[in-house]
């Protein structure tokens, strides 16, 4: 049986890197199954379920959400904001959903902060514009 190159990545983790036999995956227009030698091409990920045949024949399933899948000679590299393998996803939306609202607090502290000093400029202004006028 032919294998391939395999890597995984989300901008938190690498997921998987590794030798596997088929990748099967989700588009918009259905489902894809990649084998060794497939011709090379760039697709985009649609969020399902999706599985690979490991080396030793067994097969794993994982959730991708939209991404970007690039295929090369004997390599694929799967990058997407969220995959994560299925006996896992529990946990990881918990996780995604932590760093979501982490996220919005740290924006709001961010946008806060930009207007505090927007309003200490112009004041600053509004001070050197009376003083040159005096």
């Known amino acids: 049986m032919n294998f391939f190159k395999l890597k995984m990545l989300t901008p938190e983790k690498i997921l998987f890197e590794g030798n596997v036999s088929s990748l099967k995956v989700m588009l918009s227009d259905g489902g894809l199954e990649i084998l060794a030698s497939h011709l090379p091409s760039i697709s985009f990920l ?54 979501i609202s982490l996220e919005k607090e740290r924006r709001s502290e961010s946008f806060t902060q930009h207007q505090l000093g927007s309003l200490d400029l112009i004041k600053t202004f509004i001070k050197k514009n009376k003083d040159d006028n005096n």
């Open 46 to 99: 649609s969020s399902g379920e999706c599985r690979i045949k490991l080396e030793d024949g067994s097969q794993k399933t994982f959730i991708s959400d939209d991404g970007i899948m690039n295929i090369e000679r004997s390599k694929v590299t799967l990058s997407s904001d969220f995959l994560e393998w299925s006996e896992n996803l529990s946990t990881a939306l918990e996780e995604k959903q932590k760093r």
